[in-house]
């Protein structure tokens, strides 16, 4: 017999707005912790990209706050997109019981933050903005009586801890917290320790199935690999949305530009982009606007990035644990979808680290015969391909540097 939020006893009508969303059904990790949320623990949930995070500390929030009476939950993530996502989503399951949410976030004017904060419930935001509202006494955390840390491995990553910490000080001792991540760091046990009590540790996988995700990898010099993206997007363009990652700013804009270049249709989103910008491309990606996303690892956490087909690694992050949130952008749930790794030489110890790291059958590819396409530098043209000018020798290609050269099998 299935769970429904029924089950879980959740009032009619955050029910009948989930409904309305297509949320009939609880998720593994939604049915392991949404009772405990309910039930007023401190909780640590640990699942992966897709799983339905939001709903596990939404719905016990709204069920929890009492209108009119302050500001009695607060949200932190670690990006504006995010920020902006969960409380969007807040909005619609509270939309009949009238709840009142703000988001905060920097980049834009506070003050009409700040006149939202007085007519809500719930704030949503990122740590450094809720620092300043607080410091302006806009934000009173007096009342609050749940706090909810999402994305808490990313926080830690991007050097947020200390200000988690400061806000954490500005609230009552017997409030509930509640942690979302994928992984528990050093920092996150030191919250646990300092700040949480009997903490409930709830886990749902954290890989997607084998069946339902292929994972393939193809080892390819530099010089090759922008003509092979080329050729295996064309290959698969008539697939699905096409989200293509990037270890860099700087790789996401020449890709961009160069697969313009070669008439592939693409946007792109990167952490230095306009707030209202990053936000419109990712909208346009979701409604079938546009097919193909070359994105930084801001894309890769958290954000409501649906029906992808593909997922392609241009290059990996020195973080092993990127690779499960990037491939986890597909595959979500229980449809089916391909992440494609172009393997260079320099990615080989992260791969093996990612191999050793994480339970993930991947399979090698054999490139074949595939047409050369130049690659415009905005420096230099080039010709036949580029994917970066170290390493060359004075023909323009790199040394012989395979895996099985390094001994390594995969």
């Known amino acids: 017999m299935s769970i429904s939020f029924e089950t879980l006893n959740i009032r009619p009508e955050i029910v009948k707005a989930l409904r309305e969303e297509g949320i009939v059904t609880p998720t593994s990790i ?18 992966r990209t897709g799983s339905g995070k939001t709903a596990c500390f939404g719905i016990p929030l709204l069920e929890k706050v009492q209108k009119g009476c302050g500001v009695q939950g607060l949200v932190l993530a670690p990006t504006r997109e995010l920020a902006d996502q969960i409380a969007k989503e807040l909005m619609k399951w509270s939309r009949y019981n009238t709840i009142g949410i703000t988001v905060a976030f920097g980049g834009v004017p506070i003050e009409p933050q700040e006149r939202s904060i007085a007519r809500s419930e719930i704030v949503v935001g990122t740590p450094g903005r809720i620092l300043d509202l607080t410091k302006r006494r806009s934000l009173n955390l007096n009342k609050l009586t749940c706090f909810i840390l999402d994305e808490a491995d990313k926080m830690v990553e991007m050097g947020f801890i200390e200000d988690v910490n400061q806000i954490l000080s500005n609230t009552p001792r017997n409030r509930q917290i509640i942690l979302f991540g994928a992984t528990i760091s050093n920092e996150i046990d030191s919250l646990k320790k300092n700040h949480m009590k009997n903490v409930v540790v709830a886990e749902a996988e954290l890989h997607v199935q084998k069946d339902l995700l292929k994972q393939r990898y193809y080892d390819i010099p530099n010089h090759q690999k922008f003509s ?8 698969e363009k008539e697939k699905g949305q096409v989200l293509i990652f990037c270890s860099k700013r700087s790789t996401v804009e020449l890709l961009h530009k160069n697969l313009r270049l070669q008439l592939i249709k693409a946007d792109m989103v990167h952490g230095k982009m306009r707030q209202s910008r990053r936000l419109q491309i990712i909208k346009q990606f979701n409604t079938g606007k546009s097919q193909i996303l070359v994105a930084s690892s801001i894309a890769a956490r958290g954000l409501d990035i649906r029906d992808v087909t593909h997922v392609f690694n241009y290059d990996l992050s020195q973080d092993p644990q990127e690779y499960v949130h990037r491939v986890g952008r597909t595959a979500r749930a229980g449809d089916s979808g391909t ?19 994480y339970p993930i059958e991947v399979e090698e590819m054999r490139p074949g015969n595939f047409p050369k396409v130049s690659f415009e530098t905005g420096q230099r043209n080039f010709g036949g391909d580029w994917g970066g000018n170290r390493g060359r020798n004075r023909d323009g290609y790199h ?6 050269s390094r001994g390594r099998r995969y």
């Open 30 to 47: 939604q049915e392991k912790t949404i009772p405990l949320a309910k039930a007023g623990k401190d909780l640590i949930g640990i699942s």
């Open 228 to 235: 092979l993206l080329v050729h295996l997007l064309k290959e």
């Open 339 to 357: 992440a494609i790794t172009l393997l260079s030489p320099q990615d080989h110890g992260t791969f093996s680290a990612i191999l050793n790291r």
């Open 399 to 404: 040394q012989k540097d395979s895996l099985q």
